[in-house]
């Protein structure tokens, strides 16, 4: 276990627990555990926070907070490029233990589809997503990172999707992106389709007018609602 960060282990048994104090699970607690490759108390710290909060808010709060204390001990030279990829793996693993339970009439929900733009290689946003959405009942088709255009744009033809939302990281990206956003509207043809975009390109400016793209989020609340205005109508 790293010496790096202070923190405190929960003072119960997590496989009896049922009340665990807000204080307890903190950012810090979940960065060392995540770095220290422990997906079963991971998983069972972002469990308890989603008792009393939505899984976007726990998301966008605590687990992007840890990973945030994650990556400025990396860049400080604290913890290594080891320790960076052991929590980002762990994250991964922890991530298909919170997976919402699904059910053959969660399949026929309105489609959406994510994915990162072509070189982008970053995942775990889109792995939120598509958890956040699966919530509120969207059947989410995740493809992944890196997709080519014309992979994306043959998935879209063939299929009734209602929303895209394409994740890239850096700003290098926007062309990717901005091809992406033509490659979706022209495999949607006349169908109605929004387009979100998120990632940590979200922030550049102008993203949205430079892309093409019908919204920008800048966490996983902002997708959601975003989501819910482009819902459509009978579904």
Same mark, same amino acid.
């Given at each position: 276990?790293?010496?790096?960060?202070?923190?405190?282990?929960?003072?119960?048994?997590?496989?009896?627990?049922?009340?665990?104090?807000?204080?307890?699970?903190?950012?810090?607690?979940?960065?060392?555990?995540?770095?220290?490759? %422990?997906?079963? /108390? !991971?998983?069972?710290?972002? =469990? +308890?926070?989603? @008792?009393?909060?939505?899984?976007? &808010?726990?998301?966008?709060?605590?687990?992007?907070?840890?990973?945030?204390?994650?990556?400025?001990?990396?860049?400080?030279?604290?913890?290594?490029?080891?320790?960076?990829?052991?929590?980002?793996?762990?994250?991964?693993?922890?991530?298909?233990?919170?997976?919402?339970?699904?059910?053959?009439?969660?399949?026929?929900?309105?489609?959406?589809?994510?994915?990162?733009?072509?070189?982008?290689?970053?995942?775990?946003?889109?792995?939120?997503?598509?958890?956040?959405?699966?919530?509120?009942?969207?059947?989410?088709?995740?493809?992944?990172?890196?997709?080519? %255009?014309?992979? /994306? !744009?043959?998935?879209?033809? =063939? +299929?009734?999707? @209602?929303?895209?939302?394409?994740? &890239?990281?850096?700003?290098?990206?926007?062309?990717?992106?901005?091809?992406?956003?033509?490659?979706?509207?022209?495999?949607?043809?006349?169908?109605?389709?929004?387009?979100?975009?998120?990632?940590?390109?979200?922030?550049?400016?102008?993203?949205?007018?430079?892309?093409?793209?019908?919204?920008?989020?800048?966490?996983?609340?902002?997708?959601?609602?975003?989501?819910?205005?482009?819902?459509?109508?009978?579904?």
């Amino acid at each position: 276990m790293t010496d790096d960060m202070p923190f405190h282990l929960p003072p119960v048994d997590p496989a009896a627990s049922a009340d665990v104090p807000a204080d307890v699970l903190s950012p810090e607690l979940l960065a060392s555990l995540l770095v220290d490759g %422990d997906d079963e /108390l !991971a998983a069972w710290t972002l =469990r +308890n926070a989603m @008792a009393a909060s939505s899984r976007a &808010a726990v998301y966008d709060g605590l687990l992007r907070d840890a990973m945030r204390l994650v990556g400025e001990n990396w860049r400080s030279g604290r913890w290594s490029v080891a320790d960076e990829h052991l929590a980002s793996r762990t994250l991964m693993a922890v991530l298909e233990q919170l997976r919402p339970v699904t059910t053959p009439e969660s399949r026929i929900g309105p489609s959406a589809v994510l994915a990162g733009v072509a070189g982008e290689q970053h995942m775990i946003g889109l792995l939120c997503l598509e958890q956040v959405l699966a919530d509120d009942g969207w059947a989410v088709s995740n493809l992944g990172a890196d997709l080519p %255009d014309t992979d /994306l !744009a043959g998935y879209i033809a =063939r +299929n009734d999707v @209602a929303l895209v939302a394409l994740s &890239a990281s850096e700003e290098p990206r926007v062309n990717a992106l901005a091809e992406a956003v033509v490659a979706v509207r022209v495999a949607g043809g006349a169908r109605p389709l929004a387009i979100l975009i998120g990632g940590g390109i979200a922030y550049e400016r102008g993203i949205k007018d430079r892309t093409g793209a019908d919204g920008v989020a800048l966490n996983l609340t902002e997708a959601r609602a975003f989501a819910a205005r482009h819902r459509p109508a009978d579904s």
